[in-house]
């Protein structure tokens, strides 16, 4: 007999963690995640949390999240992000949420890049996603089932009845009165890229297979400062504070070469940094670093104790080592699309929140640290909404077809690769019409080929991103086409 529940959240990153611990004990909750609970892009935050100082920074910071979003962005949900992340940052900080303080106890705020003051929260220095995740964790008082990739969404005649998973690798079948996507973005599509192995992309690919939509998907966004000379898929990045505190981004004989790009120089929005790197190597052929030598070592090591110490590991010594950088793919400003609740159109008891979700409060480009506190605030909107609206009891259909047996096939892997390459090289930082359409013919003849089910759904959300790029014929904020 299948188990059902009253909610199934897909994902335990931010987003996922909030909704849950937004909905009564009492009600018979399941978040699902696919590895290890912190193997999600929250705990490899670094910078910090967004929010708004106080009443009199609330259009402030709209207006920065709409300039970084080209003006793009949904104005309603930007409203919603900044208003209401007074009440929610108070919230979390009244729950115990450990931001940094100063020694008399005052929260500290650091700036990033295209913030007009210093408005972004942080915790543990520059380790802020794993102490939030950490936080949420021990918030959750509903059941949490690692190991579980789900493959399937139910949904019949307009409705979702729940999800088809592994869970500990055994095909199976789990019914909700609602499920609540919180899977995250779609790093794992593109070679280098700064995301956690376990964000691929998978339920957006089931999504487009359902004919639900995906909004915004050419607004890919690329971190400018990555190291990426390490063999894992996953790189490390240099977090945008690292530039928001002073560091500088130098060619190999020390010239800072943004101001070419733009007048802010480091402190540019994150894609003019990236395509003014990326455009830089591409010119020259040097080496791009990011360079620390301003920094006093003691206050270095105690506000980027993460950062120093992995460094310190590949044999860096900060600050008086220059490290080598590149931009990778770092956030999808698109997703499936919703409305301000997490509501997904046309389908009863279905959500999405998070990365995964379109909410428009990104535009064309995010505003550095907004994605985790649109994790806080839109994960709890979502709840709220869940728990005020009355179920529509109809007998659960049977879901026979599975696809649990054929998840993967002998020659994905190789696949996987090609895909991976393709999306960097031709659908990632600077784009032009002849490769797009290059892309978009690789894509669709893999897609003829013998592949299992997760490689079949990566590719359906690299074809969304490959079709909106086509379709979007001038640049705009993270989307980047070259006559
Ligand atoms: C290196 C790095 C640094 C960042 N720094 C910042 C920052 O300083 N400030 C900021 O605001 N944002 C930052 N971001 C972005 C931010 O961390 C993410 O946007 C945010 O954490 C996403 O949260 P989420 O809950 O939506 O998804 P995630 O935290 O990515 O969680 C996704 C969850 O979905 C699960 N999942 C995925 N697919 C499936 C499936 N098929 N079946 C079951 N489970 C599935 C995963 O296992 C995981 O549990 C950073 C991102 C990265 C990668």
């Given at each position: 007999m299948a188990k059902k529940y009253d909610v199934i959240v897909v994902g335990a990153g931010i987003a996922g963690l909030y909704a849950a611990a937004s909905l009564p004990e009492k009600m018979k909750v399941l978040v699902l995640c696919k590895d290890i609970p912190w193997e999600c892009n929250t705990f490899y935050a670094q910078g910090g949390m967004a929010t708004a100082l106080n009443e009199a920074d609330v259009p402030v910071h709209i207006e920065d999240t709409m300039a970084a979003g080209a003006y793009h962005n949904d104005a309603e949900a930007v409203r919603i992000l900044s208003e209401t992340s007074l009440k929610t940052t108070a919230e979390l900080v009244e729950?115990?949420?450990?931001?940094?303080?100063?020694?008399?106890?005052?929260?500290?705020?650091?700036?990033?890049?295209?913030?007009?003051?210093?408005?972004?929260?942080?915790?543990?220095?520059?380790?802020?996603?794993?102490?939030?995740?950490?936080?949420?964790?021990?918030?959750?008082?509903?059941?949490?089932?690692?190991?579980?990739?789900?493959?399937?969404?139910?949904?019949?005649?307009?409705?979702?009845?729940?999800?088809?998973?592994?869970?500990?690798?055994?095909?199976?079948t789990l019914y909700a009165d609602n499920v609540v996507i919180a899977s995250g973005g779609v790093g794992?599509?593109?070679?280098?890229?700064?995301?956690?192995?376990?964000?691929?992309?998978?339920?957006?690919?089931?999504?487009?297979?359902?004919?639900?939509?995906?909004?915004?998907?050419?607004?890919?966004?690329?971190?400018?400062?990555?190291?990426?000379?390490?063999?894992?898929?996953?790189?490390?990045l240099l977090t945008e504070a690292l530039r928001g505190e002073g560091a500088h981004v130098i060619g190999e004989k020390g010239n800072r070469f943004l101001f070419d790009y733009d007048p802010r120089g480091e402190l540019a929005s994150r894609d003019i940094v990236a395509r003014g790197i990326f455009d830089y190597k591409r010119k020259t052929g040097e080496k791009v670093y990011l360079d620390f030598s301003m920094f006093d070592e003691a206050w270095f090591h105690e506000r980027f104790p993460n950062i120093t110490r992995t460094f310190a590991a590949l044999g860096y010594r900060f600050p008086q080592d220059r490290i080598p950088i590149s931009p990778a793919f770092h956030y999808a400003n698109g997703g499936i699309a919703c409305d301000v609740n997490g509501v997904i159109p046309g389908i009863e008891g279905l959500y999405v929140i998070g990365e995964a979700a379109r909410t428009g409060v990104h535009g064309a480009n995010r505003l550095a640290s907004n994605s985790l506190l649109e994790g806080v605030v839109f994960a709890k909107r979502a709840a709220e909404h869940l728990k005020g609206k009355a179920i529509s009891r109809t007998k659960t259909p049977l879901f026979e077809k599975d696809y649990g047996n054929i998840l993967h096939k002998e020659n994905d892997k190789r696949y996987k690769h090609t895909l991976r390459k393709i999306m960097w090289e031709d659908a990632g930082i600077i784009r032009t019409e002849a490769g797009l359409h290059k892309a978009k013919n690789l894509i669709y003849d893999m897609k003829n080929k013998e592949i299992g089910r997760l490689l079949q759904l990566r590719l359906n959300t690299a074809a969304a991103i490959v079709e909106a790029a086509l379709a979007r014929k001038e640049s705009l904020g993270s989307h980047y086409i070259e006559a």
């Open positions: 729950a115990g949420m450990p931001f940094d303080r100063d020694e008399r106890g005052n929260l500290l705020y650091t700036k990033e890049a295209a913030h007009s003051v210093a408005r972004i929260l942080h915790a543990g220095g520059d380790a802020t996603g794993r102490y939030m995740h950490y936080f949420m964790m021990v918030q959750n008082r509903h059941q949490l089932q690692r190991n579980t990739l789900v493959y399937d969404l139910l949904i019949e005649e307009g409705r979702c009845y729940g999800v088809k998973a592994t869970v500990n690798y055994e095909p199976t794992s599509l593109y070679a280098f890229n700064t995301n956690s192995r376990t964000v691929s992309a998978d339920i957006h690919g089931i999504c487009v297979e359902k004919g639900i939509a995906l909004a915004d998907m050419e607004f890919m966004q690329f971190h400018p400062t990555v190291y990426v000379e390490t063999p894992f898929a996953r790189k490390l």
